[in-house]
């Protein structure tokens, strides 16, 4: 999507299909996340807990919590 100023519009997904086995990296200028309506103020530098949830290809789901750094605040 373009907006009219010629930018690129982020695209929002609710799931990100990832390869078996190779490292997949999130990152600013690729495919990244961006954290919305948060329930506490965070600055650049914070550490906030981030939990994603996998699913198999078999259906399995499983859950991991990390602690990710907050960064590209203005």
């Given at each position: 999507?373009?907006?009219?100023?010629?930018?690129?519009?982020?695209?929002?997904?609710?799931?990100?299909?990832?390869?078996?086995?190779?490292?997949?990296?999130?990152?600013?200028?690729?495919?990244?996340?961006?954290?919305?309506?948060?329930?506490r103020?965070?600055?650049?530098?914070?550490?906030?807990?981030?939990?994603?949830?996998?699913?198999?290809?078999?259906?399995?789901?499983?859950?991991?919590?990390?602690?990710?750094?907050?960064?590209?605040l203005?």
């Open positions: 999507m373009v907006s009219e100023d010629f930018k690129i519009a982020p695209k929002v997904v609710t799931a990100l299909p990832l390869p078996a086995n190779p490292v997949v990296r999130l990152a600013y200028r690729g495919s990244h996340l961006r954290l919305v309506d948060l329930t103020t965070v600055n650049n530098g914070d550490t906030v807990p981030l939990t994603l949830t996998f699913k198999s290809a078999s259906g399995e789901v499983v859950r991991k919590t990390i602690a990710v750094q907050v960064r590209g203005s």
